[in-house]
């Protein structure tokens, strides 16, 4: 999925000159909704670009955290979340000022709508700074297991 993702996402990458640096087993799997998470995550890479600066890689990782976990990180490497607005980024209409370049800052729902998104499948979505620039954010997701096939009729997987 997120091969698909960053593919719809390449001619907003390119118009910045950016790419998608991909690393992760693209065989991992997670319990979601895959329409939820398609936006959700299309919304945070659209984030990391309009946040990162002309030229700079916009890195996607996925791993297990744990046997019943995966964690799918984003990191752009713009100016970093504002301290005093971090605790908030997740909030409506909360937004950082744009990266040198980027002509829009957007209206701030972009992740505010991921995080619902997120929510709504009982996973998390959490963001921090990084010590030598830039943001990260964390998705949380339960994995899909043989235990989960076995035991479950609601959501279908989704592929990373």
């Known amino acids: 999925m997120v091969d698909e993702i960053t593919t719809g996402l390449e001619q907003t990458a390119l118009l910045g000159a950016n790419t998608f640096a991909l690393d992760g087993d693209p065989a991992l799997r997670v319990v979601a909704d895959r329409d939820r998470l398609r936006r959700a995550l299309t919304n945070i890479l659209d984030n990391a670009l309009r946040y990162s600066p002309t030229g700079a890689a916009i890195e996607i990782g996925w791993s297990p955290a744990d046997d019943s976990t995966v964690v799918i990180t984003v990191r752009d490497h713009g100016p970093g979340i504002d301290a005093d607005l971090l605790p908030h980024i997740f ?34 979505l959490t963001a921090h700074n990084e010590p030598t620039g830039g943001a990260t954010l964390v998705l949380t997701l339960r994995a899909y297991t043989r235990a989960w096939r076995v035991s479950s009729t609601t959501t279908a997987p989704s592929s990373t």
Do not use: C, F, M, Y
Request: net charge neutral; no cysteine; charged share 20%.
């Open 91 to 124: 909030e409506p209409g909360i937004r950082g000022a744009p990266a040198t370049g980027s002509a829009d800052s957007g209206a701030g729902l972009g992740l505010a709508i991921a995080k619902r998104l997120v929510e709504h499948q009982n996973a998390t």
